[in-house]
């Protein structure tokens, strides 16, 4: 079974750009979670989708929005940059069944903002 | 309520040797606990996680002690191998709820 996908890898963008990341989830799982990943910060929770309804939703501003589409493919965008923006942005997916918890992390985006 | 502490924040252990993170949470509704293993440039991966209706799992070198009156659980790895190093993550969760991560710690293992 292939795993989380994302794409692109890499991306370098500037101050005020905008930008967006894809989520291939694992097929079958529904669920797909963003994070963004810092040094400083750690694993910081963005948003999850389920059945393309965004269902939990972490402290980030408006500028981070997500979506899902009905192959659960998700994608996640974010306006305006910040130089504080550069992270690796992890997307993770999971089944989302009753006694299933398991998530499963894609490699991540790697996002230079200069 | 929702943080999860993780000690320590860096770790170096001889080949062979046990190494051992710990992790405090205070939400008593969290139900699924996870460790994660990190390598440079690489996503989180699953290695173990156990639920609080036991106090100990093992698969293969790791084991999660778990202690629900302490709200604390830690990770053993045993003989541990430089192929062990890397940054490792506990979580904790409530099914329908979103995951919470401590810190992590990173491991070094020398040979």
């Known amino acids: 079974k292939a795993g989380v996908t994302q794409t692109p890898r890499y991306l370098i963008k500037t101050r005020g750009q905008q930008v967006t990341l894809s989520c291939s989830p694992i097929?079958?799982?529904?669920?797909v979670s963003w994070y963004q990943q810092t040094p400083g910060q750690g694993l910081q929770f963005l948003f999850e989708?389920?059945?393309?309804?965004?269902?939990n939703k972490g402290n980030f501003p408006g500028r981070f929005s997500g979506r899902q589409f009905s192959n659960s493919r998700s994608e996640m965008n974010v306006s305006t940059l910040e130089l504080g923006d550069s992270a690796l942005y992890l997307c993770a997916s999971s089944l989302r069944t009753s006694g299933s918890n398991e998530q499963f992390f894609g490699p991540g985006t790697r996002l230079t903002v200069l | 309520q929702q943080q999860v502490k993780q000690s320590p924040q860096s770790l170096i252990v001889q080949k062979g040797g046990i190494s051992i993170i710990n992790c405090a949470y205070e939400n008593t509704a969290f139900d699924y606990f996870p460790w994660y293993q990190q390598f440079p440039g690489k996503g989180p991966a699953l290695l173990i996680a156990?639920?609080?209706?036991?106090s100990e799992k093992k698969e293969g070198r790791f084991t999660i002690s778990f202690n629900k009156s302490a709200k604390q659980f830690s990770l053993h790895i045993m003989d541990s191998q430089p192929g062990d190093s890397a940054t490792y993550f506990c979580?904790?969760?409530?099914?329908?709820?979103?995951?919470?991560f401590g810190p992590g710690t990173r491991l070094s293992v020398l040979p």
């Open positions: 097929s079958g799982h529904r669920s």
């Open positions: 156990i639920r609080p209706d036991v």
């Open positions: 989708y389920f059945s393309e309804t965004q269902r």
């Open positions: 979580a904790a969760n409530t099914y329908g709820q979103n995951f919470v």
